[in-house]
């Protein structure tokens, strides 16, 4: 196969990157723009200009776009077809303190980084020669610019393409998937319009070695989920002189995440491979200002990570950690009372708060059972108003004020309470097990892929099961059962207000994804690289690979 790949590749990288466009700031729609007008010089596109488009995103407070392109094969006439996809925008770029006007310029930011005091590993990899730094050449402006080298490939090699590629660079990855959202229309049209058989989804985001000292590069059959199971601990407020009087929900909370946060009972294994436990992103009580009474509510919410489990599966476990959490908490306090007493002479009875553990969905049931219309009229105006007055809040926020708007005006105040829901939008796990002809071709051609892969590089490919971080693949696949994405549904307060995750498209489009993504060293760092030679020659290489071995 042909090494002119690797200048390509590396001049549309570096043009990529010096366009600045860090999420949320306005100018993603500028690389899109690049990008839509590299497609627009082919004489593919001059010629099918229907067949690429340069797409506002939907429902979205900032305008910004996507540049989405789709070309037909002459080899055989087939409807399959594969879908390419990677995100243009960035994080941003503050941890390059003062040096920061560089981090867009890797030629001038790679003279600047050799003043700075760099760790070893680093240093040596700056003296090599071997990569380029900057803000987005890891994650994932490379990985883009491969795929564009693909397609202008295949646009002047019709005759070698049996089937069709579409090809998607997205925006706003790194915040809300606006842009991966949007694009659903257009493969949802197209298919219809096309007649398209969508086989597979090839995201090419960052990889990177997995301990210290691995020399491997990996390719993904498929990702990992990701969902924000979240508590609101409802207390009993007491002044302090009678501290025993009340129910502290920061004991409570405090207790959920002895038993949660880096919890490995709550690891989630999948065809041998093991996610990171949960980890606790926020804790706090909701007292507004100082005074010597308790808290009324505390709230918590933890990142759990899934290779195989449900939104329905997880739900239930924290469930069960809730109740285990309470029970903990009462003995503790009745043993400490019981001592108090003991040592003032007092008479002691067993204090026993009637503390409910629910889900959302169980707790909302309970409040319509006993309120009926007037809690519905109530709370759907509350989300409204809270919607249009802030506009800007955050999701988990506004999840947050839609449970204690609920418990502060339906329920008693001597009437404590856990309830569990979900925080975040939901990102689908993606797992390919060969369960049907269309996995096992896609585990047999990567295999294959990766096996030719010696012919042309000494590096070591080795395939995993679950991309380890968080994508806008999770966009492109829902499995057949859905009882897991209707608990999740049922248990997220902000579903429909501020939030509906896009199942019915997702649905009509759905495919397994794999990664075969750029390598590299510290996305998000001021120290983000990625390796010249793998990403700019091999890696596309392995992609055409595995669609000739596929197609």
Not at 451 to 458: G, K, N
Request: aromatic share 12%; charged share 30%; net charge negative.
């Amino acid at each position: 196969m042909d090494n002119h790949f690797y200048d390509e590749v590396e001049k549309i990288t570096k043009d990529l990157v010096s366009i600045e466009s860090i999420v949320k700031n306005g100018s993603e729609s500028d690389v899109a723009r690049y990008i839509y007008d590299y497609y627009q010089e082919l004489d593919y596109f001059r010629e099918n200009p229907e067949l690429l488009i340069f797409q506002k995103t939907k429902d979205d407070q900032i305008e910004r776009h996507n540049t989405i392109c789709l070309l037909k094969g002459e080899k055989e006439n087939t409807k399959e077809t594969i879908v390419l996809m990677g995100h243009i925008d960035t994080v941003g770029v503050e941890d390059y303190s003062y040096i920061k006007e560089y981090a867009f310029t890797p030629d001038e930011l790679l003279e600047k980084l050799k003043l700075e005091d760099l760790d070893a590993e680093t240093y040596k990899d700056l003296q090599s020669g071997d990569y380029m730094f900057g803000r987005g050449v890891l994650d994932m402006k490379s990985g883009v610019a491969v795929q564009m080298a693909i397609i202008k490939y295949f646009s002047e090699n019709l005759d070698k393409l049996n089937g069709n590629i579409i090809a998607i660079a997205e925006c706003d990855e790194e915040d809300s998937s606006h842009g991966i959202i949007s694009a659903l229309d257009i493969l949802n049209s197209w298919k219809i319009e096309y007649e398209l058989n969508y086989l597979v989804a090839i995201n090419s985001d960052f990889t990177t070695p997995m301990y210290e000292g691995d020399e491997n590069r990996y390719v993904y059959l498929g990702t990992v989920g990701k969902l924000l199971p979240s508590f609101y601990i409802a207390g009993v407020e007491t002044h302090v002189g009678k501290a025993f009087s009340g129910l502290d929900p920061n004991m409570i909370a405090s207790e959920i995440n002895k038993k949660l946060n880096l919890n490995t009972k709550y690891c989630d294994i999948g065809q041998g491979e093991t996610t990171l436990p949960p980890v606790c992103l926020q804790l706090r009580d909701l007292k507004p200002e100082y005074d010597v009474q308790t808290p009324m509510a505390a709230n918590s919410y933890y990142n759990y990570s899934t290779h195989s489990a449900t939104p329905l599966d997880v739900i239930e476990k924290m469930r069960d950690l809730a109740r285990d959490s309470a029970d903990s908490v009462l003995e503790y306090i009745n043993e400490e009372y019981k001592k108090w007493c003991q040592m003032t002479n007092s008479k002691y009875s067993k204090i026993d708060w009637n503390l409910g553990v629910y889900t959302w969905n169980e707790y909302e049931e309970k409040l319509i059972d006993d309120y009926g219309e007037r809690y519905i009229n109530h709370m759907e105006e509350f989300k409204k108003k809270l919607d249009l007055e802030y506009p800007d809040m955050s999701i988990t926020e506004f999840s947050l004020k839609i449970i204690h708007e609920a418990y502060s005006e339906f329920s008693k105040g001597d009437d404590p309470a856990i309830i569990i829901y979900y925080g975040s939008p939901y990102y689908q796990n993606v797992e390919i097990l060969g369960q049907d002809e269309r996995e096992i071709r896609i585990i047999k051609s990567i295999k294959n892929a990766i096996s030719l892969a010696s012919d042309y590089t000494d590096d070591k490919i080795q395939l995993r099961y679950f991309y380890p971080y968080i994508s806008d693949s999770s966009f492109m696949f829902l499995p057949r059962e859905d009882s897991g994405i209707k608990s999740f549904e049922e248990n997220f307060p902000a579903w429909g207000i501020k939030y509906k995750h896009p199942v019915e498209k997702i649905k009509k489009i759905s495919m397994p994804v794999i990664n075969i993504g750029t390598f590299g060293n510290d996305g998000h760092k001021f120290t983000e690289r990625v390796h010249k030679t793998y990403t700019f020659e091999i890696l596309p290489k392995l992609i055409l690979g595995f669609l000739n071995s596929l197609l």
